[in-house]
């Protein structure tokens, strides 16, 4: 397992723009499928995004495909989510996840497959 931060949550009108950012501890980053998962009150949490390790495969929840990009930098141990065009229905805590898969061209959407979190950071879309 590894230690997730993530940053860059905050208040946004609809329309704009905010870019997250899951900073990693761990010298073995590079091999590790990350994901982006959202909670919003009184629902389960959702797939948001996701990349391989090596960032050459993502995989986006058609409610932010085309508005949102997730990105990875295995030298700063660090992955991006961009997102733009924002709803007032992205609103929620955003957390980052991650794992060692075997596979290296996984990029799963099931929480449960994920072994570290982070402990998430919230993002408010006004309308």
């Known amino acids: 397992q590894v230690q997730l931060v993530e940053s860059g949550g905050g208040l946004v009108q609809a329309g704009g723009s905010l870019r997250l950012s899951c900073a990693t501890s761990g010298r073995t980053f590079s091999t590790y499928g990350m994901g982006w998962f959202r909670q919003a009150p009184g629902k389960e949490r959702e797939f948001v995004a996701g990349i391989n390790w090596s960032g050459s495969i993502t995989y986006y929840a058609d409610s932010v495909k085309g508005r949102f990009t997730m990105s990875r930098d295995n030298i700063k141990n660090t992955v991006y989510l961009q997102m733009n065009s924002l709803k007032p229905e992205d609103t929620a805590v955003y957390y980052c996840?991650?794992?060692?898969?075997?596979?290296?061209?996984?990029?799963?959407?099931?929480?449960?497959?994920?072994?570290?979190w982070g402990q998430g950071t919230q993002v408010t879309v006004s309308s």
């Open positions: 996840a991650a794992r060692d898969f075997a596979d290296r061209r996984a990029v799963p959407t099931t929480p449960a497959l994920y072994n570290s």
